[in-house]
């Protein structure tokens, strides 16, 4: 048979492609379990960071999670669990970032006057310089923040740690000024929603 | 390309036709992924791995392609690999995966996983390509941690994550961006074709 004839050729490229993505398709469906999995303990993981309950043992972070909440929220959506009697609420947030979407999650009282704790769990920001809002410090400053009636301001700072909690104010990121800014309206936006729909 | 025995294409691929420092290629996940050495080892790695299976592939079954579609077979091989391991990391390594994003996929459209399938499987046997392929993936591999070595130790003050330098160093944010890496790789080039020009000069 001529090989650079054009049936020749048709036939090949079906017969190659179609084993290549078989296999492909095989090595997807044995991993897609995995990987689910692997999605629902990094949201069950900022679920609980998010509260300060992380175990220490990451093998536990299910189990810690299932005896906490019933349920593994979906972007957009809002769960309570109390901390130490007070009733917090949690939502998974999703909000826009410089080069793309951030989500994550973000624990307030049930009165929002404080937010719990913030934690991310995806973004594309720039390695080493928005992409630090994924660092602890970052994260930290939220923890115990008071929300003022303008909500909270990432503002340009030291660019270390705002370590007052009273002033409703963290610091940005130095050289982030953009994934700082878009951090601020994600989080003020998600106190907006949390006051309209969570107080009810 | 002399003769093809395996420590003549060991050297070949590692220094005296690198990839990275004389052929050029793959630059655009040079510049991209060496701002942290974890990152830069994983991918590495991924790149050694696909290139060496793919050579493997190409030259078992390069008799049978028809000369026509031969480029994209070649890219349907590569990318079949690459999903292979972006799988595998998704699975098994999530935080890497996660910190790596669009990257792994970008394996795709390498040129040196390309050029080595175009210039040596389609002519060797699936031993010496494998070899080629491996060695290949070394040569780009010690250049790239090289540059993440400087850039995330001047970038971070870290190496794999680990703090090394003092409290009191400050970060020079320019090495975690992307034109650092033009910087060091042109600084990169300047020295070793210097040393390159002097062996030859000795000779």
């Known amino acids: ?174 050289g982030a000024s953009l994934t700082s800014k878009s951090m601020e309206t994600i989080v003020n936006n998600e106190i907006e929603y949390l006051k309209t729909e969570g107080r009810k | 390309m002399n003769e093809a025995t395996p420590s003549a294409i060991f050297k070949d691929n590692v220094w005296t036709n690198n990839p990275v420092f004389v052929q050029i290629l793959g630059i655009c996940s040079t510049l991209a992924v060496t701002n942290n050495l974890t990152n830069t080892f994983t991918m590495t790695v991924a790149l050694i791995f696909v290139a060496a299976l793919t050579n493997v592939t190409v030259s078992i079954i390069k008799s049978l392609i028809p000369r026509k579609v031969r480029m994209i077979v070649q890219t349907l091989i590569i990318a079949f690999y690459v999903i292979i391991v972006d799988i595998l990391l998704r699975a098994y390594l999530p935080e890497v995966s996660k910190s790596l994003g669009p990257y792994v996929g970008l394996i795709i459209t390498n040129c040196i996983i390309m050029g080595r399938a175009e210039a040596f499987a389609q002519a060797n046997g699936p031993l010496l390509s494998f070899w080629d392929g491996i060695t290949s993936g070394l040569g780009y591999m010690w250049v790239l941690m090289i540059i993440a070595f400087i850039r995330e ?33 042109g600084t990169f080039l300047w020295v070793v074709k210097s040393i390159m020009l002097k062996k030859g000069a000795a000779r």
Do not use: C
Request: hydrophobic share 45%; glycine share 10%.
């Open chain 2, 153 to 185: 130790l001047l970038g971070f003050g870290t190496l794999f994550g680990f703090p090394v330098m003092p409290e009191s160093f400050t970060r020079w944010t320019i090495m975690v961006m992307a034109p650092s890496a033009f910087f060091l790789l």
């Open chain 1, 1 to 174: 048979m001529n090989k650079n004839g054009i049936i020749y050729t048709i036939i090949f490229t079906f017969i190659i492609a179609f084993f290549f993505v078989f296999f492909l398709a095989l090595a997807n469906d044995a991993t897609v379990e995995l990987v689910e999995q692997n999605k629902i303990v990094s949201v069950q993981s900022s679920v609980l960071k998010s509260i300060g309950k992380m175990p220490a043992d990451e093998m536990k972070i299910s189990e810690v999670y299932t005896e906490e909440f019933d349920s593994v929220p979906q972007p957009g959506e809002m769960i309570e669990t109390e901390v130490a009697g007070q009733s917090v609420l949690i939502r998974y947030f999703s909000g826009s970032g410089l080069w793309g979407t951030i989500t994550g999650i973000i624990a307030v009282d049930d009165k929002v006057e404080r937010i719990i704790g913030l934690d991310i769990i995806s973004h594309n920001e720039t390695p080493g310089l928005g992409g630090r809002i994924d660092e602890e410090w970052f994260k930290k400053q939220f923890s115990g923040e008071k929300i003022s009636t303008e909500g909270i301001t990432v503002a340009k700072g030291a660019g270390s740690s705002d370590e007052d909690s009273e002033n409703s104010r963290v610091d940005g990121i130095t």
